[in-house]
């Protein structure tokens, strides 16, 4: 069965701090795709990333940075030199091919930045 | 970018009151679209998908009377949280579906509605 893992409940960094959150996957599709959304406060998903399950190239986009490894069904979210906008909740998802777009998040990792 | 929104985005109701919430992809068509529902602290769990001219699928556990699903039209879908109690209230989002680059279908999110009963 399809399941996502995100075992940090939460994170707390001081501002400038580099920080890692953690995204374990289980699949059986050969063919799948994984999410990164970000939930600020104010509740709406704020998508970051997609990366379907044959590019396993990681991924940068100006203070973040994605590790995607099959070996280890792992797929981690770096921020660089974080900033207290960037305190919010962060969901790790996946989606099977032939479950129509349908997403299953993880338990999500909040993260507060502290000035 | 494909647009999705939601009404209300805040509601407070009385319990045993209905209340219902509407999802709308204003620049495209949606023939799906996906009802999640979010209790504070926790993560997004998938009650329904809404078939554009059929019944929803609801997910195991979600009950299809209380939680009535309604995808009338390809930009339109409607929840209505009938005799609403207190253990109703949740963060409610939708979202679009839609094919993007090759033979990828896209969920786009709507902002959410707050819904408290008291």
């Known amino acids: 069965a399809q399941k996502v893992t995100q075992a940090q409940t939460e994170i707390s960094v001081v501002e400038k701090e580099d920080v890692t959150l953690d995204c374990v996957y289980e699949?059986?599709?050969?063919?799948?795709?994984l999410f990164w959304y970000k939930q600020p406060p104010s509740g709406e998903l704020v998508f970051l990333i997609r990366r379907n399950s044959f590019d396993e190239q990681n991924e940068i986009s100006g203070r973040y940075s994605w590790n995607f490894q099959k070996s280890t069904s792992s797929f981690n979210f770096t921020i660089t030199a974080s900033q207290v906008v960037d305190s919010a909740v962060y969901f790790c998802?996946?989606?099977?091919?032939?479950?129509?777009?349908?997403?299953?998040f993880g338990k999500g990792t909040k993260l507060s930045v502290k000035p | 970018g494909a647009v999705v929104s939601q009404h209300p985005s805040r509601v407070i109701c009385k319990s045993g009151t209905s209340v219902k919430i509407e999802c709308r992809s204003l620049d495209f068509q949606a023939t799906t679209m996906f009802w999640y529902r979010q209790f504070p602290k926790q993560s997004l769990m998938l009650m329904a998908t809404?078939?554009?001219?059929?019944?929803?699928?609801?997910e195991q556990g979600v009950e299809k009377d209380k939680f009535l699903i309604n995808h009338a039209s390809l930009t339109l879908s409607t929840l209505t949280v009938t005799s609403a109690h207190p253990e109703d209230s949740s963060f409610y989002i939708c979202?679009?579906?839609?094919?993007?680059?090759?033979?990828?279908?896209?969920?786009?999110f709507g902002p959410g509605t707050r819904l408290t009963v008291l």
């Open positions: 809404s078939n554009e001219g059929s019944k929803a699928t609801y």
């Open positions: 998802a996946l989606s099977e091919t032939g479950s129509q777009g349908n997403l299953i």
């Open positions: 699949t059986r599709d050969t063919t799948y795709y």
């Open positions: 979202s679009a579906l839609t094919r993007i680059a090759g033979a990828y279908n896209e969920q786009f």
